[in-house]
């Protein structure tokens, strides 16, 4: 902040000095993978985000694995990593018997999710959004009752494949019901990438009218290109908390080779540069990073990553 | 205007209202390209630009062939588009055979060049930054006299690959002589990517100090990942004319598939989702890129262009 003050460029005075980035890379990153990535490659990966820094790491999904087969080894991927203190490791729990199999496996926190879009909580999740969050009541109150950080998804609350258009009132309704059912922070998620930079200012600005600016998250995907012009404009309206994905990992569903999250490198690139602190060694990441794609057989995909890599080689 | 002002909304007073796009894939886009693309995909791909409603088009280099072969049949490109009304075609010219060349050619614009780091001036051309604009000032007398548009270009103006940091004061410095050999709009080229948005803001700033905001443009490239959000945060402060090229051609010289010039279609999109006003069809070069990527071999790099055409896959 002390930077920004010297200069005269502080963008409003809602820009926070300090950044939680939540590295969803394991978790959502790897969860759409068709060859089933080994578990010892998931406990590497998150090992090294926590030794880079990373305060908040998505380890785990406790769904069915006949939903989700790459995430079947959630207990033994937190059974394996060495935690740190003070990181906070979470899980998805669709479910009664997902939290049961979270809590037993000791995650510090829990995700429980919905669509701001009533078509797309349909054809995802079978179910309306009333009807999804009915059966999340449950749920919540058994991770708040286990002491657990609770978490709250909003998917598709830009924009919505099957219904286009989603309206800003429809995430504020889905932020008053996780608010309801005691959420203690909301992700508001752009599922398919289509937000855009003034679009998300409105967005993020009503949901801090019905929930606490400091607990809102936002989740942004790089399809169209603007995840980090996005990210900038959310800070410009004080959000201080992003979900990004080591080496941009997590594709988009609807265009083969399309980005799908945006790269935790080039997210922190952009955060140190503005003077805002994350407590991510950016070095670090970028080396799990480029090590994840690798053992995976993938072009290594976050550009910050990339092109500091070949800046290195070049000096 | 009307839409952000009505959301009250609009990121502070000075944010365009109109942007105009200068599309300079047809150069620099294609210069660096290994196999020659044959002349008449660069009479196509600037054709079907011109049709898309791209008002401005960088279309050829009036180089030595031997430093730029990829360039050497300017004269045949220009020659052989279909000129449109009120679109103006541009071209750069290192030197008065170069002027000449581009005179015969009934360019509508010229564009003379430097860098705002001594290091990559003696290294790119070969001169320090002094000898580079003395050099400049007959093709810039010449250029004038023939009625033309005359631009100066800034690489370097964010980071160079060999000094490292650039002050805001060397772009500053060269704003000002190149304001005084007559230049009618100067370019701030991030030519390695590295400018995020705070320095961006802290950049067009100064330089509009020296030189009228509205003839300023910025050419920004996406190395880092940072193009959009500097777009944007470019925007904030009023800059109104931007650089970019079609399906993202043109990589960086310094990593082997890292991206380089911001796609215009990602631009287009963030531009028309803001309420600005561009003229562009942006299905139109989606198609173009689509095209010109094909024919090139080369997957289609745009990504709000990929996933435009998936949207319309699944719809």
Redesign the interface.
């Known amino acids: 902040m002390k930077e920004?003050q010297r200069?005269g460029?502080d963008?409003g005075p809602q820009m926070p000095e300090q950044v939680q980035v939540v590295e969803v890379g394991p978790r959502d990153g790897l969860q759409a993978e068709k060859t089933l990535i080994p578990t010892e490659l998931k406990i590497e990966l998150i090992n090294r985000l926590t030794a880079a820094g990373i305060q908040r790491i998505e380890a785990a999904s406790f769904v069915s694995p006949k939903w989700v087969p790459q995430m079947a080894d959630g207990a033994a991927v937190m059974a394996g990593i060495s935690r740190a203190e003070g990181v906070s490791y979470s899980a998805l729990t669709p479910n009664m018997r997902g939290l049961e199999a979270a809590i037993e496996s000791k995650v510090d926190e829990v995700v429980i999710f919905g669509a701001a879009s009533e078509a797309f909580s349909v054809r995802n999740i079978n179910c309306s959004i009333a009807e999804s969050i009915e059966r999340f009541i449950p749920v919540a109150r058994a991770a708040k009752q286990a002491g657990l950080h609770l978490r709250g998804s909003i998917s598709c609350s830009f924009g919505c494949?099957y219904q286009g258009e989603v309206p800003v009132n429809s995430v504020v309704d889905m932020v008053k019901r996780l608010r309801d059912v005691g959420c203690d922070e909301i992700d508001i998620a752009d599922t398919i990438?289509?937000g855009?930079?003034?679009?998300v200012?409105?967005v993020v600005?009503a949901a801090a009218r019905e929930f606490p600016l400091a607990s809102l998250a936002g989740h942004f995907h790089?399809?169209?290109?603007?995840a980090?012009?996005n990210?900038?404009?959310a800070l410009?309206v004080g959000m201080s908390i992003f979900h990004s994905s080591v080496a941009g990992l997590g594709g988009?569903p609807?265009?083969k080779?399309?980005?799908g999250n945006v790269?935790t490198?080039?997210v922190v690139?952009?955060l140190h540069?503005?003077?805002v602190e994350t407590g991510v060694d950016l070095e670090a990441v970028v080396a799990a990073g480029e090590l994840v794609s690798q053992r995976m057989g993938k072009?290594y995909g976050?550009?910050?990553g990339?092109?500091l890599?070949?800046?290195k080689a070049?000096v």
Not at 196 to 199: L, V
Not at 222 to 226: E, K, L, P, V
């Open positions: 920004r200069e460029l963008n494949p990438g289509v855009t930079a003034h679009h200012q409105r600005q790089d399809t169209y290109g603007q980090l012009a990210i900038f404009a410009q988009c609807y265009a080779g399309a980005t790269a490198e080039d690139y952009l540069s503005l003077g072009e976050a550009r910050a990339r092109a890599i070949a800046r070049v």
